[in-house]
């Protein structure tokens, strides 16, 4: 069984920076795309960065590129977002997700999820 875990989240204030972290364990390997989505009170969840299973390539939703930075280590399986110049609304709570597939930006196209973290800005 594969298990994420996620951690990092916190209360900034706005032009902060975080980092998350999700730690993957079980027989998960390199073999899966990691990503990032998050959800606010009342919306959707909604698609933040992914990172492929081979040669790291990157993919950001446009409200965070150039902010947010996903990376990850497969020698300690564990997958990073480092997020710069928080805003209000990146207030959310933040979930880590793997998948085997190949649609990174929907939330659909993953087949595990961790519990969330909470990443709460104020402005």
């Known amino acids: 069984q594969v298990q994420l875990v996620e951690s990092g989240g916190g209360l900034v204030q706005a032009e902060d920076s975080l980092r998350l972290s999700c730690a993957v364990s079980?027989?998960?390997?390199?073999?899966?795309?990691m990503g990032w989505f998050r959800q606010a009170p009342g919306k959707e969840r909604e698609f933040v960065a992914a990172?492929?299973?081979?040669?790291?390539?990157?993919y950001y939703a446009d409200s965070v590129k150039g902010r947010f930075t996903i990376s990850r280590d497969n020698a300690k399986m564990t997958v990073y977002l480092q997020m710069n110049s928080l805003k209000g609304e990146d207030t959310a709570v933040y979930y880590c997700?793997?998948?085997?597939?190949?649609?990174?930006?929907?939330?659909?196209?993953?087949?595990?999820w961790g519990q969330g973290t909470q990443v709460t800005v104020s402005s």
């Open positions: 990172i492929s299973r081979n040669f790291g390539i990157t």
């Open positions: 997700a793997a998948t085997r597939g190949y649609e990174l930006r929907f939330v659909g196209g993953y087949d595990y």
């Open positions: 079980g027989r998960i390997g390199s073999v899966y795309a």
